[in-house]
């Protein structure tokens, strides 16, 4: 493989072409009109007009992605992560035009892409699973039997869904009928598949994820967990590894469990099995994330394997140069998504121009990004502007550093969740371990960090009225050899 296209943009197209270049491996970008000027096409060896910026008429569009890595005769597609990454007629699209796709195999996106058919393929691999029904269901009063079968409160999911689409919590019966029927229209309307199902909900559950790594060769490992239960509105805000609370025991019956998930599927490649955990300790199987996760930096810190160039080596036909026992935790890492978002205003998106960008730097701080002073956010796109990600030897010290790296990342010209991961590090349920993902709902409100921000604001007030008065005080004399007055009637 000597030339691979990214099928991407932003943080995640330059963060796999930073790993290209370290193998040797020529890189392509493609880009929209939104994102002529953006980084990642300068960062590229070569780069293809894919069209305008919407991504249904650009980064969404198959053949026009396939065509630029013909023209430029690539013979690897990254997919990275979101647009097209997890869509099996893409993949089976690049495998016929002759082109390695670095993911996965299509029938493995297919199966796990849908949560009722993954379910149905590691039924058998006795791994536990969250007490519900396996099938779509429509018929509410069939609805109502099983809601009462498996006892509120319950969750009706969109079989296709993700990032709490088509998601629904119900307390009671009266409830469900107009629940379902939002899931059912909100699944159809986001994924094109109204396929609902129903489990029990897990009260106070943790999001834990085991990262998975498999060749062609049948080898299959996992790198760890990574604690992934500080989100807004179901999507994740804060991640680690490794999870503050897992013991040993739990480590190794979760990591084995997503190997055989793995194998389920005969996956091939960095995938990601999600877990719940509950008040107990318990965990349950959730789905299959069948690309690189956005918060993959964290494993690679703590493993020192670089995940994206394992994914390469994959494609490639090549074997996982490690077992299972060479791999270990070493140290702690985390990782703050910086969107261009208002967390003092329900995290609405906020776009608008980089008016200044100073990025953090020291040892033990990474910074994927895709930006820079003076560019525009384009609304068309997802918000995330980077991923700043601390390490070292103890939980502590890594959340120290982000405190100290979220000090320095200044960003003016948009509102950014900076804030709120100051808010999250700061907070004594998350510096304990004692959390869940009901973090933002049970303690987070905007009106804490206007208050600490009044509180900061008053205090630097307070110490510069004191400077003033001493300095009011102070009698002030020319210092001897500096006057020019005194120079001259000497």
């Known amino acids: 493989?000597?030339?691979?296209?990214?099928?991407?943009?932003?943080?995640?197209?330059?963060?796999?072409?930073?790993?290209?270049?370290?193998?040797?491996?020529?890189?392509?970008?493609?880009?929209?009109?939104?994102?002529?000027?953006?980084?990642?096409?300068?960062?590229?060896?070569?780069?293809?007009?894919?069209?305008?910026?919407?991504?249904?008429?650009?980064?969404?569009?198959?053949d026009k992605i396939i065509d630029a890595a013909k023209q430029t005769g690539a013979d690897g597609i990254?997919?990275?992560?979101?647009?097209?990454?997890?869509?099996?007629?893409f993949a089976e699209k690049v495998e016929k035009a002759g082109i390695s796709f670095i993911g996965p195999r299509p029938?493995?996106?297919?199966?796990?892409?849908?949560?009722?058919?993954?379910?149905?393929?590691?039924?058998?691999?006795?791994i536990p699973m969250v007490p519900g029904i396996d099938e779509a269901v429509t018929d509410i009063e069939i609805a109502k039997r099983i809601a009462i079968e498996v006892g509120f409160p319950i969750l009706v999911k969109a079989s296709a869904g993700g990032g709490g689409k088509g998601m629904?919590?119900?307390?009671?019966?009266?409830?469900?009928?107009?629940?379902?029927?939002?899931?059912?229209?909100?699944?159809?309307?986001?994924?094109?598949?109204?396929?609902?199902?129903?489990?029990?909900?897990?009260?106070?559950?943790?999001?834990?994820?085991?990262?998975?790594?498999?060749?062609?060769?049948?080898?299959?490992?996992?790198?760890?967990?990574?604690?992934?239960?500080?989100?807004?509105?179901?999507?994740k805000v804060v991640e680690e590894a490794p999870s503050a609370v897992l013991t040993p025991k739990i480590r190794k019956a979760m990591g084995e469990a997503a190997v055989k998930?793995?194998?389920?599927?005969?996956?091939?490649?960095?995938?990601?099995?999600e877990f719940l955990l509950d008040g107990d300790k318990k965990f349950y199987f959730l789905e299959m994330n069948t690309r690189l996760q956005v918060e993959h930096p964290v494993?690679?810190?703590?493993?020192?394997?670089?995940?994206?160039?394992?994914?390469?080596?994959?494609?490639?036909?090549?074997?996982?140069?490690?077992?299972?026992?060479?791999?270990?935790?070493?140290?702690?890492?985390?990782?703050?998504?910086?969107?261009?978002?208002?967390?003092?205003?329900?995290?609405?998106?906020?776009?608008g121009t980089l008016e200044k960008y100073v990025r953090p730097v020291g040892e033990g701080i990474r910074l994927d990004d895709g930006y820079e002073e003076g560019q525009d956010i384009p609304i068309y796109y997802d918000p995330m502007i980077a991923k700043l990600v601390t390490y070292g030897q103890t939980r502590e010290a890594a959340?120290?550093?982000?405190?100290?790296?979220?000090?320095?990342?200044?960003?003016?010209?948009?509102?950014t969740t900076l804030p709120f991961g100051k808010f999250v590090c700061e907070h004594e349920a998350f510096t304990s371990?004692?959390?869940?993902?009901?973090?933002?709902?049970?303690?987070?409100?905007?009106?804490?960090?206007?208050?600490?921000?009044?509180?900061e604001a008053e205090l630097a007030a307070k110490i510069g009225l004191k400077l003033y008065l001493k300095n009011q005080q102070q009698l002030k004399v020319a210092e001897v050899g500096t006057s020019n007055w005194l120079r001259n009637r000497i």
Not at 78 to 89: I, T
Not at 263 to 268: N, Q, W
Not at 326 to 351: C, K, Q, T
């Open 399 to 415: 959340i120290e550093l982000m405190l100290e790296a979220i000090k320095q990342y200044e960003i003016e010209g948009i509102q």
């Open 433 to 455: 371990g004692n959390f869940d993902t009901h973090f933002v709902k049970n303690y987070y409100s905007a009106d804490k960090i206007l208050a600490e921000r009044a509180a």
């Open 261 to 273: 998930v793995a194998k389920a599927c005969d996956y091939v490649g960095a995938g990601t099995v």
């Open 78 to 89: 990254h997919p990275g992560y979101g647009f097209l990454s997890e869509n099996a007629e």
């Open 1 to 62: 493989m000597k030339k691979i296209l990214i099928a991407n943009r932003g943080e995640i197209a330059i963060r796999v072409m930073r790993t290209s270049k370290k193998m040797g491996i020529k890189t392509v970008a493609v880009y929209s009109e939104a994102d002529r000027n953006a980084l990642h096409v300068r960062f590229a060896d070569e780069a293809i007009f894919l069209g305008p910026a919407p991504s249904s008429q650009s980064y969404l569009v198959m």
């Open 107 to 126: 029938h493995a996106i297919r199966i796990m892409g849908s949560k009722l058919a993954a379910k149905e393929a590691v039924k058998d691999y006795d």
């Open 168 to 235: 629904r919590i119900v307390e009671n019966l009266k409830e469900l009928p107009e629940q379902m029927e939002r899931a059912i229209s909100e699944a159809t309307s986001a994924f094109g598949d109204g396929s609902v199902f129903i489990e029990k909900y897990v009260t106070s559950p943790r999001h834990i994820e085991i990262q998975v790594l498999a060749d062609t060769h049948g080898n299959v490992v996992h790198l760890f967990e990574r604690e992934c239960s500080v989100q807004r509105r179901h999507q």
């Open 299 to 351: 494993s690679e810190l703590i493993t020192g394997i670089d995940l994206v160039e394992q994914q390469i080596k994959v494609a490639r036909g090549e074997k996982l140069a490690f077992t299972q026992k060479d791999l270990s935790i070493n140290g702690h890492a985390l990782e703050l998504r910086v969107y261009a978002e208002d967390p003092l205003n329900n995290f609405l998106p906020s776009v």
